[in-house]
Every structure is written in structure tokens, then in C-alpha cells.
């Protein structure tokens, strides 16, 4: 068996929502229910931080996830041994639940096996339903060497050691806008695949790049947009994730609208989000050059008034690499 120092780890969240749990599209005020998480075969896994979220109200006026304040939940390890002795109320554990890219922290992290499961257990306290209930599990899946791609800097780079490294974002567009075949609708958009590009429309050229961050939402916009996904692939198409993830759960929001449910009926802002603290991803994801990715995003707005199409902007931060005999 090659020694854990020596294995592949690449980035992964594990996404449980109605898609996965029937049950989650709508927990009624005062249910409990004790289900199964199951984890893929293709590699373990290793939680270091949760995240949870409800759908936003309909309507989308104040953007705030009702009754998320009242979910309380235990979680097992690989034995099915729970991590705490009973029920904890999440709000005590993040103020936002482990969205804007700052997940609620594991440690020590917890390893699960090839097709293990997580079981959990949860109850709405609450006087109103929870919809569409999405629980977010985020660390690393480990792999053989071999077993998947995994690029990495070169020996000798610009950015080692005392040679300054080359910082950069690419933006990323992705219009949900209707098209001829009528794919698309000003308020639901099915997942929309798009490659990883710079602005001349291709695979970055020049350098590879190292995406250590993501950004995404619309800060000088009116236009009410709510329930949006995003999907990470790498270029052989295997996925960073069991299924699309919230982009306020991956990404912070540049323009952040939503209110947070605080005690038993009052409303936070979020404090310190946006571009100040992106979402993270660790270990970052290294993309050489003339190489690509894809990058996935979905919409259903369906249920909120005046959801209008459009051009949905992602920004991944990182940082370009060269080789040392080629200065930008």
C-alpha cells in the first residue's frame, strides 16, 4: 500500500441535497431524520470543513435563508461514531453556516474510506419547512499515484524561492441567456459547460496558472440572482465535486445581498465577504500551460419574480507560472 505522504491529494466536496436525498427538498417544522451519505469508490476521503444552506425565500427580496437558524445536526465518522453527543444548533458553529467560501472547519480532519458513508442525523425545530436542505462536506479525495492527473510546478520557476511570483485572475462569463435552440430561459439554465479560457477565447498560452481562489456575483447589479451552480471538471472531465455546489458556498460574493437568520427572527449581513475573502481551493489546482478545464454553471431561478437572463461573471485568482528562463 504506498504510504498517505506519498498519495495524490485533489481537492473535492461532497454535495448532499434533494438530488441525493429526496428527503432534503423539504423538511417539515419539527422533523427529524436520520439518513446515509454515501462516498465514492474511486478514492478516500478527508472532511476538513462543512457548509450548509437552505433555497433563498422566494421572491428573492432579502435573500435570506429562513429557518437554516433552526437546523440542528450530528454527523458520524467512518465507524458510524457521531462526532458530538447530541444535536448542535449549526448557527452556533459559523455565522453564515460555512458559506462565502469560509467552510466550518474540521480538526482533527476525519478520513472515511472508499465507499464510505457519513451518517447523519438532523431536526427542524423550527415553525416553517427547510427547502431544498443542502449539506456541503469539503477536503481532499486521496489517490494512487497515477491514478488521476496531477500537474505541479516545474523544478526551476518564477515564483521560487526569492523570485516574485506573477499574480493574475482570469474572468470567466457565463451567459444565461436564451439561445436559438431554445436551451436556455431568462430564469432556469441547465448546466451550461464552458472551457476554462483566457480573453482571446483559449486555453491560457503564455504560462501555466494556478488557481488558488474563486470570486463570483454580480456587486453592481439590481438583477435578482439566486439559486446559481457551479461545477469544477478537469480536462479528462472528472469532476471536483459529487454535483454542482451554491456559487455562495464555493466562491465569496463581491456584491453579497443575502441576510443570515440570527436567533429567532432577526437577520445578519455578512461582515468581511466578497473580495477580501474568496473561496478557496486546497490544494490549489494547477493548470499548465496550453492545457485546460471546465467549468459548469447552472441556474433555476424559476420561483423568483423578475429573474431576467444574464451574463453571470466567475473570477479565478491564482497566480501564473513560468519557467525561470522566461521573464513575463
Known amino acids: 500500500m504506498t504510504p498517505t505522504s506519498r498519495l495524490i491529494e485533489r481537492h473535492y466536496d461532497y454535495v448532499f441535497g434533494p438530488t441525493q436525498i429526496p428527503q432534503f427538498a423539504s423538511v417539515a417544522a419539527g422533523a427529524t431524520i436520520e439518513t446515509q451519505l454515501p462516498l465514492d469508490s474511486d478514492g478516500s476521503f478527508i472532511l476538513r470543513g462543512r457548509a450548509m444552506r437552505v433555497q433563498y425565500d422566494g421572491g428573492g427580496a432579502n435573500r435570506l435563508q429562513t429557518g437554516l437558524n433552526h437546523l440542528l445536526l450530528k454527523w458520524s465518522g467512518p465507524e458510524r461514531n457521531y462526532q458530538s453527543q447530541d444535536y448542535i444548533r449549526q448557527s452556533l458553529l459559523s455565522p453564515y453556516f460555512g458559506q462565502l467560501g469560509n467552510p466550518i472547519p474540521v480538526w482533527p ?4 474510506p472508499r465507499n464510505g458513508i457519513i451518517r447523519v442525523a438532523l431536526k427542524n425545530d423550527g415553525a416553517t419547512a427547510l427547502t431544498n436542505l443542502t449539506l456541503y462536506f469539503r477536503g481532499v479525495k486521496l489517490f494512487e499515484p497515477g491514478a488521476v492527473k496531477s500537474f505541479t510546478y516545474p523544478d526551476k520557476y518564477v515564483g521560487a524561492q526569492v523570485i516574485p511570483g506573477v499574480p493574475f485572475v482570469y474572468p470567466q462569463d457565463f451567459p ?5 435552440c431554445g436551451n436556455f430561459t431568462g430564469a432556469t439554465s441547465p448546466p451550461r459547460r464552458q472551457a476554462f479560457v483566457n480573453h482571446l ?13 474563486g470570486q463570483a456575483g454580480m456587486p453592481f447589479s439590481a438583477t435578482p440572482v439566486n439559486e446559481v451552480f457551479i461545477k469544477f471538471l478537469d480536462e ?21 445581498p443575502a441576510t443570515y437568520p440570527a436567533g429567532t427572527g432577526a437577520a445578519a449581513a455578512p461582515i468581511g465577504c466578497g473580495p477580501n475573502s474568496p473561496g478557496v481551493f486546497y490544494p490549489e489546482i494547477y493548470v499548465p500551460k496550453d492545457h485546460s478545464m471546465y467549468l459548469e454553471l447552472s441556474r433555476n431561478d424559476s420561483s423568483y ?15 501564473k507560472v513560468f519557467p525561470r528562463e522566461v521573464r513575463p
Do not use: C
Not at 176 to 180: G, H, K
Not at 236 to 256: Q, R
Open 109 to 112: 480532519n476525519v478520513q472515511y
Open 176 to 180: 444565461l441567456l436564451p439561445v436559438t
Open 201 to 213: 477565447g483559449k486555453p491560457p498560452g503564455d504560462s501555466d496558472f494556478v488557481i488558488r481562489a
Open 236 to 256: 479528462d472531465e472528472k469532476p471536483y465535486s459529487n454535483d454542482a455546489i451554491h456559487v455562495d458556498v464555493l466562491f465569496g460574493n463581491g456584491g453579497m
Open 305 to 319: 419574480a423578475g429573474a431576467v437572463p444574464v451574463t453571470f461573471p466567475v473570477a479565478l485568482i491564482g497566480q
